[in-house]
């Protein structure tokens, strides 16, 4: 069975330009959530997609969006970006009965630089 | 806030030694707490997970201990191999019940 993929893998990019990264999770698997990872911060939630739905969402500006296909299939924007959006952006993925029921399972994550 | 916090940031051991790597979380009506290892440009991979109604589980090679009287989850590795050389992370559910929090993580170094 094929793992969680995240693409692109690695991104550059400059402030004030908007990216999207791409998350396709386990087959079967019906919930996506996002994590930044920063040295500083460690790992922070994000938001969580559960049947396209934004399910739960976590302390991060309006500049940090989502959304989630029919396919399970999530992406998360990020406009207007900052110096301190450089991080790895880590997508998990899991059945989808709720955080603290079913395991979740991470993605090998994007490294975002933004200069 | 909540919280979950690792007492050591890193962890130097031989090769064949046991491992134990300790968190303290602070949501005493947590009641799911996992463990991920992270190895260098990947992302957090599952390890072992326990739920509060235990305070022991068994894996291949790897225990998890948790003592809800002192808010305190350890991870124990067996005869720790260089493979195991990564950095770990505790988790444990929020109040709310909709994130995952992240411990800042120990870095788990295996000499050979």
């Known amino acids: 069975k094929a793992g969680v993929t995240q693409t692109p893998r690695y991104l550059i990019k400059t402030r004030g330009q908007q990216v999207t990264l791409s998350c396709s999770p386990i087959?079967?698997?019906?919930?996506v959530s996002w994590y930044q990872q920063t040295p500083g911060q460690g790992l922070q939630f994000l938001f969580e997609?559960?049947?396209?739905?934004q399910r739960n969402k976590g302390n991060f500006p309006g500049r940090f969006s989502g959304r989630q296909f029919s396919n399970s299939r999530s992406e998360m924007n990020v406009s207007t970006l900052e110096l301190g959006d450089s991080a790895l952006y880590l997508c998990?993925?899991?059945w989808g009965a709720g955080i603290g029921t079913d395991t979740q399972y991470f993605g090998p994550g994007t490294r975002l630089t933004v200069l | 806030g909540e919280s979950v916090g690792l007492h050591l940031p890193t962890l130097s051991v031989q090769e064949g030694d046991n491992s134990i790597i300790n968190c303290a979380y602070s949501?005493?009506?947590?009641?799911?707490f996992i463990w991920y290892k992270q190895e260098s440009g990947k992302g957090p991979q599952f390890i072992i997970d326990?739920?509060?109604?235990?305070d022991k589980r068994q894996g291949q090679r790897v225990t998890v201990l948790l003592n809800k009287t002192v808010k305190h989850l350890s991870l124990q590795i067996a005869a720790t191999q260089p493979g195991d050389s990564a950095v770990y992370f505790c988790?444990?559910?929020?109040?709310?019940?909709?994130?995952?929090?992240f411990g800042k993580g120990t870095t788990l170094s295996v000499s050979s």
């Open positions: 949501n005493s009506a947590s009641d799911y």
């Open positions: 998990a993925s899991s």
């Open positions: 326990i739920r509060s109604n235990m």
């Open positions: 087959s079967g698997h019906r919930s």
């Open positions: 988790a444990e559910v929020n109040q709310a019940g909709t994130a995952l929090i």
């Open positions: 997609y559960f049947s396209e739905t």
